[in-house]
DNA sequence: GGTAGACCTGGACGC
DNA sequence: GCGTCCAGGTCTACC
């Protein structure tokens, strides 16, 4: 039997605007639904995958600005495709917060809007992310080196291959352990993941034996250590862990380069660190009028940015998302088979 | 430290 | 329908 569940949320929150924020909204096992704005996902609680319907206010399109308003801060309305007890609905709720940030912490967002102004009365700042961590690890690692719409092909297919299925029919994102079960050949033949094949087992591995002693040897070799008890992927989310230190270890895990690296550093909440690519070379040229090869744009990019400090990313992103928007319209009226195909830097 | 080339896939294009 | 070219970030070998 389906439950429904109410989750408050920070004062200043619109669902529309805050799950649109970033290219994963567009990306299985998310989606969003612009004629109910009303965002779908299916996660994995441990036991099985439920399908969620999230809603805020009414099921309708926002109409103006002024109707996107009136929802702000209203409590979101969670339906389910199966009946769940409270400890599961922890864990569902939990999920929620990390993909809409909900825990973001207000003080800092007050500072960004300090620091960059312009963002103020929209009221931009938190970015959309993945269920977990590893979600996030695996989705930057199927958006490197690949044009958008085959990463939306890859994601897709790693729920329909390796996620599980909720009562509805919907594939839940693979978990670590799931995946690290799965060989490189089937996830290159069955998923188009290419080359990134054995990256992505070794990293599923990696985070599967999380809870366990083992640290993987590359890091252990740079001489990075975590508490036993709390793992990897838990000393990577931890507050208290120095930027340096996480950049560090993420640029030894398969498959992560600086591009990678930087991104899941904003993923994790930490936003001094640029993931320039080539959308930022465009971005450069097009939005911000710099001229100049690639590499003296790159430089060019950082020193841009760098009045921004550690919020240097949100300044960047949201500058090139209000690029997006100012092309296609506000993000939560994209339709996920057309417009959001759309998102590479020579289709822009 | 810097650079060239390989790694794959899907889409665009020409024939 | 087929072949060719291209975009895209990381990794390795080499200078």
Known sequence: MPARFEITVPTDFILARDVCSYGYFLLAPSHWD??????????????????????????????????LARRRGVPLIVRTDANIARPEQRVIAAQIARILRLDEDHTHLRTFHKVDPRWKASGRGRIMRSATLFEDVIKTITSCNVTWPSTIIMNRRLCEIAGRKS?????AFPTAA???????????????????????IEIARMFARDSGP????????RGHTWPVRTGFAAWLEEPATGDDAIHAALLELPGIGPYAAANIMQLLGRYARLPLDTESIRHAKSVLGFTGPDRALMKKLHAHYQPFGEHRFRSYWFELWAFYEAQRGPAWTWERDTTGK???ATKL
């Not at 083992?214 to 070799?221: L, S, T, V």
């Open 178 to 200: 799931r995946l690290a079960r799965l060989r490189p050949q089937t996830l290159r033949a069955r998923c188009s993941v290419g080359y990134r094949d054995a990256r992505i």
């Open 167 to 171: 009562a509805s029919g919907h594939f």
């Open 34 to 67: 612009p004629v109910t704005a009303s965002y779908l996902t299916t996660l994995d609680t441990g036991e099985r995958a439920v399908s969620l319907w999230i809603t805020q206010g009414p099921p309708v399109a926002p109409g103006s600005a002024r109707d």
């Open 342 to 344: 759309t998102f590479t």
């Open 214 to 221: 083992e640290i993987p040897p590359r890091i252990a070799a």
